[in-house]
């Protein structure tokens, strides 16, 4: 469980302000991934490292393919226009 100050010290690193209303649940998040990792951590894996078969690790080859020309792209791409995607504003002027 995080204690009140190591949540500060964790919402200054991630400069937030932990004051902050709207920060009100965010600990309450942290403690409940953190009760998950400890569950996790007291999973008894025994041998189960020694039946993995690393060898046998799923790849593809790395095999060159042709480019996506930007036609194709405006033709998947849901908003397109002058050879961009079209995105909404977040930026607002004033």
Do not use: C, Y
């Not at 990792?37 to 008894?44: A, F, G, N, R, T």
Request: hydrophobic letters at 45%; charged letters at 30%.
């Amino acid at each position: 469980m995080l204690s009140e100050k190591e949540f500060s010290e964790l919402a200054f690193l991630a400069r937030l302000d932990p004051a902050d209303p709207g920060l009100k649940g965010l600990r309450e998040d942290f403690n409940k991934i953190l009760d998950a990792v400890k569950k996790i951590e007291e999973l008894d894996l025994g041998d189960a490292g020694s039946q993995i078969d690393i060898g046998a690790a799923v790849s593809r080859p790395d095999v060159p393919r042709s480019e996506l020309t930007p036609r194709d792209i405006a033709a998947i791409a849901p908003e397109w226009e002058a050879g961009h995607f079209v995105v909404p504003g977040v930026i607002q002027s004033e």
